[in-house]
């Protein structure tokens, strides 16, 4: 039972994201923030159909990779086999007004709960390119890496989303959620032309 949120496991852990949707070649991590709350769908929960997907985080990225020609298909397994892994800053579903307390913490950089990244590590250090979606995931990914620095960012503004620096592999932008979800294709086609840039898709 994980010590921080009191669930008998994490869903990364009961749906086996390592085993079943690690890619073969990690070509882009992807980092949102937490699963929701515990009655919220998670990620790798294969949809009943994907055209009337409702996690909007991945009816939103998916579609917007498809359109820019970056997965072959809107579906999972598409996102798995062109080199995409998506994971969490914060792993437990929790209560959003938990998570939007966070979510200020981390806009400083002094999130508690997304901890020293220590569970993105081992995948950051396989992945071309990050793709680091929300101030809690900006969070956890400058705990977990010296090269993504502690930098104060209205990510809901220009110039976001957008490379964290100069040449950078760290793809900056807001989280995918019903908040956001009309600007899911600008994202997927800056998010194309920073891949690109670096010899990526």
């Known amino acids: 039972m994980p010590a921080c949120c009191g669930a008998e496991k994490h ?8 085993r079943r949707w690690l890619p073969a070649r990690l070509q882009c991590l992807v980092i949102g923030e937490n699963p929701g709350d515990t009655t ?9 159909s994907y055209a009337s997907d409702g996690v ?19 579906t999972l397994e598409g996102f798995r086999e062109a080199g995409f892994l998506f994971d969490h800053a914060i792993r437990c579903q929790l209560p959003s007004e938990v998570v939007a307390a ?14 020293d990244g ?6 950051l250090a ?20 010296a090269e993504f620095p502690k930098r104060r960012r209205k990510i809901s503004m ?28 600008a994202f997927a086609v800056t998010f ?10």
């Open 11 to 18: 869903e990364w852990d009961r749906l086996e994201v390592e």
């Open 158 to 185: 220009p110039p976001y989303p957008a490379e964290a620096g100069r040449g950078s592999r760290f793809f900056v932008s807001e989280y995918l959620s019903w908040r956001t979800e009309a600007k899911a294709s």
């Open 126 to 145: 396989q992945a071309r390119i990050v793709w680091v979606m929300g101030h809690l995931a900006s969070n956890a990914i400058a705990n977990a890496s």
């Open 118 to 123: 220590g569970h993105l590590r081992s995948r």
């Open 102 to 115: 966070e979510r200020q913490k981390a806009m400083r950089y002094t999130s508690i709960r997304v901890g």
């Open 56 to 74: 909007v985080v991945r009816r939103a990225l998916l579609a917007g990779l498809r359109h820019e020609g970056l997965i072959a298909d809107a």
């Open 40 to 48: 919220s769908e998670y990620f790798y929960e294969r949809p009943p």
């Open 192 to 201: 194309r032309r920073f891949a690109r840039e670096r010899g990526v898709f």
